[in-house]
């Protein structure tokens, strides 16, 4: 249908970038706009996001040459890439105010459809891009890639350019960490001179204010493997920490100190610069990230913020003496506390109503942090614990390393002794062995009652739950039990998880200070950390990479997919590396 621009062109909330609705054919002759009175160009390329039965967000930046006021931006989207059948056109203004990007909100579409997009303002062209819209009815296939954490000083990002090439894509999911704000001095940018990877001099400091966070965007999305990523198919993304600053939570941060502002004032210049640049609709409260995508009959995607809107400070092994019985308690004590939220209420009860309601297979959470318990020996802990430290201040590490090697041997043999059942297995042993604590307080193991709650939600509704995870910068795969002392469900299989690693940022490798030449050396510490964590099913240490999550009304397959370096302009796919494991519905059980 033809309309009039006025009747089908609305701004969205003011200062968090501009998103105008399409309805339709507007009239706007879009082959004819060759006023070439700006000098602009399309540097940053084009995105699509969120994509509805009905509806997709397209996205671009107009970068102005010279200084200006605002600028005339056009579009289109067709269901064929030569532009012939063109559903919907329009023209928008853009200006500083918004960093000059333009979302796109086009309304009225068909399901489970291919569309292609494009822009243009002053005679330049962007390049086109496509995106796909959420199936209805009764479905075979569901595909997902799974990103996270981004680091442009640390290395190349070959994974986005491989994601490119992956066909039958309903979407590619980015489960946070998209940038950094680290200046080039900070962390993860040894190599970034030798690479070419620098952060530009006057962004090559660490984030603070609304000017650094948009241009830190700005340098990451010129990067071609991350824009052809894009280009390829719709983003549904959520943040992380490092989108705001290291280990964020509620009402700070560990990288925030009163030096260096408000924190909240510093949190909403990067949720603006956020929803300024990236695929996402616009929502009222720009906190309440969360939200749902449903696939047809297969699939509920269930976007999860475990980082702004909610979450408690993290707790700190520092203030527990694990070495002593009383302290242990405390700890379990603090962890489990329910006063401790990582959704919290509001968010956690939308979710545990969406589970309980959706008719759909499958119920996907897609988010942060890992929900996996990541119990380790206290021994293991304690020893990792003094290597971070001497890492940190540069001591010699040799001895440490050596130990670390001992200490995980001699563990796994005892482990390896009590699951064959040897009853020469001394108490003593046993309690090395099976005293144990969660490792990383930042993810769900540090609020363990909220997990509880979600696990037994998804026990009681008898339905299928998978758990995607990104931050730790490798690929793990979990069972999800509920604990013994649950008082819903009880030690049951509540659904698995899978974990991407990362795009560039590196991983364990580097606290573990791993040889990775040595593939033996490093098999064997991956199978020692695999049998001495009892929840834990597979793991990859040491290489970056993706996952691919493809859903049928049977089963759910999981496939990780690496790459032998960030750290050269040429690589190559790492076969012997990928793995595949898979559940089967109504399972809950991983299989290889």
Not at 203 to 231: C, G, V
Not at 237 to 262: C, F, K, M, P
Not at 572 to 580: E, F, M, P, W
Request: hydrophobic share 40%; charged share 20%; aromatic share 10%.
């Amino acid at each position: 249908m033809t309309l009039t621009r006025r009747s089908f062109l609305k701004a969205s909330a003011a200062g968090f970038g501009v998103a105008v609705l399409s309805l339709g054919l507007s009239g706007c002759v879009f082959d004819s706009d060759d006023d070439d009175s700006v000098d602009v160009s399309f540097d940053h390329g084009v995105a699509s996001g969120d994509p509805l039965s009905d509806a997709l967000i397209i996205w671009t930046r107009v970068t102005p040459q010279q200084p200006v006021s605002s600028l005339k931006v056009q579009w289109q989207a067709a269901t064929d890439p030569e532009f012939i059948n063109i559903s919907h056109d329009g023209e928008a203004q853009v200006s500083a105010d918004s960093d000059f990007t333009l979302k796109v909100d086009l309304q009225g579409l068909d399901a489970n459809t291919q569309y292609y997009y494009r822009f243009k303002a002053y005679g330049k062209t962007s390049p086109t891009g496509k995106g796909k819209t959420l199936p209805t009815g009764n479905i075979e296939q569901v595909k997902f890639a799974v990103v996270s954490c981004a680091n442009y000083p640390a290395g190349y990002f070959h994974v986005y350019g491989e994601v490119a090439k992956q066909p039958d894509l309903d979407a590619v999911l980015h489960l946070g960490d998209y940038l950094y704000e680290y200046g080039n001095d900070g962390y993860a940018t040894a190599d970034a001179a030798a690479l070419g990877r620098l952060l530009p001099q006057d962004n090559s400091t660490e984030m603070l204010s609304l000017e650094d966070y948009r241009k830190r965007y700005a340098h990451y999305r010129t990067d071609t493997d991350l824009q052809a990523a894009h280009s390829h198919c719709p983003f549904i993304v959520v943040w992380d920490d490092h989108e705001i600053t290291n280990d964020t939570w509620r009402d700070g941060a560990q990288n925030h100190s009163e030096d260096e502002g408000d924190f909240t004032q510093r949190k909403l210049y990067a949720l603006q610069a956020y929803f300024e640049w990236m695929p996402i609709r616009n929502v009222a409260d720009k906190e309440r990230i969360y939200r749902r995508f449903d696939f047809a009959n297969l699939v509920s995607l269930y976007m999860l913020d475990t980082r702004v809107l909610a979450r408690d400070e993290q707790l700190s092994f520092a203030d527990f003496d694990l070495a002593s019985a009383p302290g242990q308690v405390q700890f379990a004590s603090a962890i489990s506390s329910s006063s401790r939220a990582l959704l919290g209420s509001e968010q956690l009860t939308w979710l545990q109503d969406g589970i309980m309601t959706s008719d759909c297979q499958w119920q996907v959470l897609a988010q942060q942090v890992l929900m996996t318990k990541m119990h380790m020996p206290v021994e293991v802990l304690q020893l990792l614990g003094s290597l971070q430290v001497a890492l940190a201040s540069g001591e010699d590490t040799s001895a440490l390393l050596t130990q670390a090697n001992a200490l995980f041997a001699e563990l796994a043999q005892i482990k390896t002794r009590i699951l064959a059942g040897d009853p020469t297995v001394s108490a003593n042993e046993r309690a090395r062995v099976e005293t144990k604590v969660p490792y990383n307080l930042d993810a769900w193991d540090g609020y363990a009652y909220e997990r509880e709650m979600l696990l037994a939600s998804a026990v009681a509704a008898q339905k299928d739950l998978v758990v995607l995870a990104g931050d730790t910068h490798n690929g793990w795969a979990g069972q999800l039990r509920t604990d013994a002392t649950n008082p819903i469900a009880a030690n049951q299989a509540a659904g698995v998880e899978f974990a991407t690693a990362s795009v560039s940022s590196p991983g364990l490798e580097s606290y573990l200070s791993l040889n990775t030449q040595d593939p033996q050396a490093v098999a064997q510490i991956e199978q020692v950390i695999t049998l001495l964590i009892d929840d834990l099913t597979y793991n990859n240490l040491v290489d970056r990479g993706y996952l691919t999550v493809t859903f049928t009304a049977e089963q759910a397959q999981a496939q990780w997919h690496y790459i032998n370096t960030v750290k050269d302009s040429n690589y190559q796919v790492l076969s012997t590396r990928s793995k595949q494991l898979s559940v089967n519905a109504g399972s809950r059980q991983l299989i290889s």
